[in-house]
């Protein structure tokens, strides 16, 4: 098997009698920015969900990291990252208490949590605030924070679903840079989103209908392809017809 | 079992610490209850109000009216109004009871030894109305017997284990079950469908933990919880209400873990089968509060419920939780003589932890 980040080949996932997933192939390089696009219910979630070891997939195969994700899950959770589209932090624990926790969890050494934790607070302006209840913060920090809780243990992928749901433009410029921090630093990001223009910051995107997908490509290309001017347009006419 | 679990204990400590309704249900409501049942809610009556309405007047009737006012149970009033009129007291809540002593009651007693007076009671309570003529022939057969009188036979009435029949020694044991189960069953419940509703299970579950450290981390706290708030029942119960612990104290905890264990294990089935808070807190509701306090003997006795309703009390776990603790705490029972009881909860722990284990992994 080639060395990809995320890869599958025919990957599906039933729900009883209903294919939320169909024949999903992918192959994502290491230090990519890969956009997964798709309008609501197109089975985005579910994809991702199997490929960190939440959901075990109906058919085909894939791997995950080198590892494949039928067999290795464990090895698999070891190097991603994974924040979930619904929130995921505990709002009744104080920013410092929800870093320390997902920190925990991950096992990290106490020495190397207490630098994580000053680093990251650091990163978000928040080292005045670190015993601030989670819930009294705005959305656009919660979801950085959200960010920093899942990149504790520094993993190699990193899979974003709506990382951006819900927030103002310029909160969202903010996270992008994150972004693309990350990417210079070699790490892999697989992130979903509903914002077309976000889809532009991307190497490569795939746009999945109905479980399937129906276009992957640099977003240069797919403009070009389908002449249109924006992803927006492409996503449209691909969409529509 | 790693270290790792260690984040989550500690999490789910702050959890309780920062919820008020969890604090409240720890600590506040078992206490609540425990004084409620202990004081308020007292079976035995004390200054019932009797009116006395004396129409002989003579010594032996005033001999009869004092034996009523020696007893602490009555509180006499003597009333001079129409007899017709009686019935007005109880409308007023003037009296509770209404002794009429007939006008000819010395001369029958002088000549035969025997006749009667006439009892009313306020019966718009049938359980009051019942303990008053309860408390009314103990006072007539102490009459009697001080005036030499032997009845053709002994009535005497024994209650075993409780003969003051204090309230408080039927409450506590179940009062122990029930604040086990809320802790262990309700809370862990919706404690473990709060994190799939918020998605921070979703969140955990993707870390190298596994799914069987998640649950551990999350149910001992609550181990923890209940079985300190079940000490602190039976030691403000043993000490501030008096209630005897006749048997082994190490039985009664040992049979108070077991009991901790099956309600775990009823709660982890109940988040596998809730997806949100307000139906882990209906399913538990319905699922373990309710049948401990009706089905369990808590408040009314197995053998008097219909057939139906006995074969549900022997799934419920509090059923068998009451026999020990009961049987230790107020009859002295070992090993030996409740490890049935045993043998029944250890049998329902592992079968629902069994079906919830298998469950769980298919519903996150
Ligand atoms: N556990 C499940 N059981 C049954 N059907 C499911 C389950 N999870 C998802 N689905 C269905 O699968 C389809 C794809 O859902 P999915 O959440 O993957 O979509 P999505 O692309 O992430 O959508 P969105 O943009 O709204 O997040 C939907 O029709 C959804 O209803
Ligand atoms: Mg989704």
Avoid at chain 1, 85 to 98: A, C, G, P, V
Avoid at chain 2, 48 to 67: E, G
Avoid at chain 2, 264 to 292: D, E, H, K, R
Avoid at chain 2, 293 to 299: A, D, P
Wanted: glycine residues 8%.
């Amino acid at each position: 098997m080639p060395d990809f980040a995320v890869f599958t080949e025919n990957l599906g996932k039933f729900f009883g009698g209903f294919q939320a997933v169909k024949n999903l192939n992918l192959a994502v390089e290491y230090g990519e920015i890969f956009g997964f696009l798709g309008a609501n219910g197109a089975g985005k979630t579910t994809a991702i969900r199997m490929l960190c070891g939440l959901l075990m997939p109906s058919s085909g195969s894939g791997a995950v990291a080198g590892f494949d994700i039928f067999k290795q899950g464990e090895k698999i959770k070891r190097h991603i990252g994974y924040m979930s589209q619904k929130f995921s932090l505990y709002e009744d624990l104080t920013i410092e208490e929800n870093i320390e926790f997902y920190g925990g969890v991950y096992g990290l050494a106490r020495p190397q949590l207490l630098a994580k934790r000053q680093d990251l607070l650091q990163d978000l302006g928040l080292s005045q605030q670190a015993s601030t209840l989670t819930h009294d913060l705005p959305l656009g920090y919660k979801q950085r924070l959200a960010l920093g809780c899942a990149l504790l243990h520094d993993p190699k992928i990193v899979f974003l679903d709506e990382p951006t749901g819900g927030v103002d433009p310029e909160a969202r410029r903010n996270f992008w840079n994150l972004i693309h921090a990350m990417a210079e630093q070699g790490k892999t990001v697989f992130v979903t989103t509903h914002y077309m223009d976000e889809a532009e910051y991307c190497n490569r995107v795939s746009i999945m209908y109905q479980g399937e997908i129906i276009a992957l490509d640099r977003p240069e290309a797919l403009k070009k392809q389908y002449g249109q001017t924006s992803m927006q347009d492409v996503f449209i006419h691909l969409v529509d017809r | 079992m790693s270290h790792r679990i260690l984040p989550i204990i500690r999490k789910e400590f702050i959890h309780i610490r920062r919820d008020f309704r969890t604090l409240i249900i720890i600590f506040a409501l078992p206490i609540f209850m425990l004084f409620m049942f202990g004081y308020a809610i007292n079976l035995e009556l004390q200054h019932i109000a009797l009116t006395v309405v004396d129409d002989n007047n003579s010594p032996d009737s005033r001999a009869l009216i004092r034996a009523f006012s020696g007893s602490k149970h009555f509180n006499i009033s003597v009333y001079d109004g129409k007899v017709s009129e009686v019935g007005s007291l109880f409308h007023q809540r003037a009296a509770m009871a209404v002794l009429l002593i007939p006008h000819d009651f010395a001369e029958e007693l002088g000549a035969h030894q025997k006749t009667s007076v006439q009892l009313l009671i306020d019966g718009s309570d049938s359980n009051t109305a019942q303990l008053i003529s309860n408390y009314a022939n103990a006072v007539l057969q102490n009459f009697n017997a001080d005036r030499g009188v032997t009845l053709p036979f002994d009535v005497s009435l024994a209650i075993e284990y409780n003969p003051a029949l204090k309230s408080t020694y039927f409450f506590v044991p179940g009062l122990v079950a029930l604040i086990l189960m809320m802790i262990s069953a309700l809370l862990t419940s919706v404690a473990i469908a709060r994190e799939k509703e918020t998605g921070t299970m979703e969140q955990i579950l993707v870390s190298p933990l596994r799914p069987a450290e998640i649950i551990l981390g999350k149910v001992i706290p609550y181990i923890v919880m209940a079985f300190l708030d079940g000490l602190l029942i039976l030691l403000v119960a043993h000490f501030w209400f008096e209630v005897p612990l006749r048997g082994s104290a190490w039985l009664m905890l040992g049979g108070a873990l077991l009991y901790i264990f099956v309600a775990l294990s009823l709660g982890l089935l109940i988040s596998t089968l809730a997806q949100n808070q307000q139906v882990a807190m209906m399913v538990a509701l319905i699922a373990s509060m309710l049948p401990t306090l009706m089905l369990s003997g808590f408040i009314f006795p197995v053998n008097s419920m219909p057939f139906l309703l006995q074969l549900i009390s022997k799934i419920v776990p509090a059923t068998y939780f009451l026999k020990i603790i009961r049987g230790v705490m107020l009859k002295g029972n070992t090993f030996e003589h409740i490890r049935l009881m045993f043998a029944a909860l250890a049998a329902m722990g592992l079968f629902f932890t069994f079906v919830s284990t298998k469950r769980f992994k298919m519903t996150l």
